[in-house]
């Protein structure tokens, strides 16, 4: 049971959610802000119980026709249903008290308030009917925004009072990467996807939209970061990103590829993909702590 359940936690998805906040709380760190224990690690266990939560909602509010695991006996499912339930409640529950701990501390400003709350709003929204925006198109949206927006700020704003255009500058490009991500995720699932009538991104938009978006999105992103200039910021401070603009063209290309009819590899794709997003962070990330 404790297998199955760190199998629907998306182990991956917490990974990426700690390091966005890690980005989230260097760039104070760059502004001159000193590091705080206390609000740093329960920052940290906030976001990652948010995000575990909503990926334990969204297999709790499973279709029944659908299987949460491959094999699934009624027993088992029932098992990992009513488990998966009382855990994301259960750290529901320890996020209140964290935000409490913060707001005794003196740290949790306004905005940063407004932040925790939001990361609450998404876990439902995305995962619980009658939202349950997993199944309607909007799923991969809701995951870009959480991981590459709200989480980064939530780590930003527990160090700052308000919020600043070198945060702004960073998290949309990155948002828009993670939304690729999360698109390119869709289609070696397209056909199981077809067979449950799930309502994915790619199947609200089909192949013939969704490979141009994928491919507009990279190059939105690239072309954000390119523009840090515009808005005041020096170029030094973004070109790491750039570092990933290999792994960037080499993700167009494959999924270019497999929409002409080569043999798709899903594991490379899925593999540049979070490569793109999950080392631009790391590079923007360790940019922010070393200056």
């Excluded at 199955?4 to 998306?10: E, L, T, V």
């Excluded at 799930?198 to 939209?209: A, E, F, I, P, V």
């Excluded at 515009?230 to 570092?243: D, E, K, M, T």
């Amino acid at each position: 049971m404790f297998r199955n359940i760190i199998r629907i936690s998306h182990p991956l998805n917490l990974l990426l959610a700690a390091l966005t906040y890690m980005l989230g709380m260097s760039i104070p760190a760059y502004l001159g802000k000193p590091f705080l224990f206390l609000p740093f690690w329960l920052g940290l266990i906030y976001i990652l119980l948010a995000q575990w939560s909503m990926s334990l909602f969204a297999e709790v509010f499973r279709p029944i026709n659908e299987p949460i695991i491959e094999n699934e006996t009624l027993k088992s499912r029932e098992s990992i249903r009513n488990n998966a339930l009382y855990l994301s409640v259960g750290a529901l529950t320890v996020n209140v008290v964290i935000a409490y701990i913060l707001y005794v501390d003196n740290t949790l400003a306004f905005p940063s308030f407004l932040f925790l709350a939001l990361t609450l709003v998404l876990v439902v929204v995305y995962a619980i009917p009658p939202f349950r925006f997993l199944n309607r198109g909007f799923g991969e949206l809701t995951l870009a925004l959480q991981l590459a927006y709200v989480i980064p700020s939530i780590g930003f704003l527990l160090r700052m009072p308000e919020n600043h255009p070198l945060l702004i500058l960073i998290v949309i490009p990155l948002t828009i990467l993670a939304l690729a991500y999360f698109l390119v995720l869709n289609f070696p699932s397209f056909a199981s996807d077809q067979k449950y009538q799930r309502g994915t991104l790619l199947r609200s938009l089909t192949w013939q939209r969704a490979v141009p978006l994928h491919h507009g999105l990279i190059i939105l992103a690239y072309l954000c970061f390119a523009a840090a200039p515009l808005f005041g910021f020096s170029f030094n401070l973004v070109w790491p990103a750039f570092l990933t603009l290999p792994f960037a063209i080499f993700q167009i290309a494959q999924l270019r590829g497999i929409a002409n009819g080569n043999p798709p590899n899903w594991t490379l794709l899925i593999s540049t993909a979070l490569s793109v997003f999950g080392l631009t962070t790391y590079f923007l990330t360790l940019t922010f702590w070393l200056r």
